[in-house]
């Protein structure tokens, strides 16, 4: 089992940024892609950004490329998402996920909800106009 808590969300004004972080607890040990996925209101849980544990791949929704950017820290267990530039549009719920089986390691396999076993509780983040 792992456990991942995010942290980091707020109120932002358009433009701003925001870093959240997602500290992963259990057994870390067997964590392969980790993903950022969020929720707007209304609307179904999108992919955001994914990355393998050594961090050597990435992968972006094409919306929030060259804004945001996914690390990791695999001496602190943890998973960081820097929003930069923020828009009205990135409000939404933010999750943090993994899975515990290696992938195909594409952008297809990173971006499916279905691929991930383990998810955070979210955080909340509001952009204003």
């Known amino acids: 089992q792992v456990q991942l808590i995010e942290s980091g969300g707020g109120l932002v004004q358009a433009g701003g940024s925001l870093r959240l972080s997602c500290a992963a607890s259990?057994?870390?040990?067997?964590?392969?892609?980790m993903g950022w996925f969020r929720q707007a209101s209304g609307k179904e849980r999108e992919f955001v950004a994914a990355?393998?544990?050594?961090?050597?791949?990435?992968f972006y929704l094409d919306s929030v490329k060259g804004r945001f950017t996914v690390s990791t820290d695999t001496t602190k267990n943890t998973l960081s998402l820097q929003m930069n530039s923020l828009k009205p549009e990135d409000t939404a719920v933010y999750y943090c996920?993994?899975?515990?089986?290696?992938?195909?390691?594409?952008?297809?396999?990173?971006?499916?909800?279905?691929?991930?076993?383990?998810w955070g509780q979210g955080t909340q983040v509001t952009v204003s106009y």
């Open positions: 259990g057994r870390t040990s067997r964590m392969y892609t």
């Open positions: 996920a993994t899975n515990s089986r290696s992938g195909s390691g594409t952008y297809r396999y990173a971006s499916n909800l279905g691929n991930y076993d383990y």
């Open positions: 990355i393998n544990w050594g961090g050597a791949t990435t």
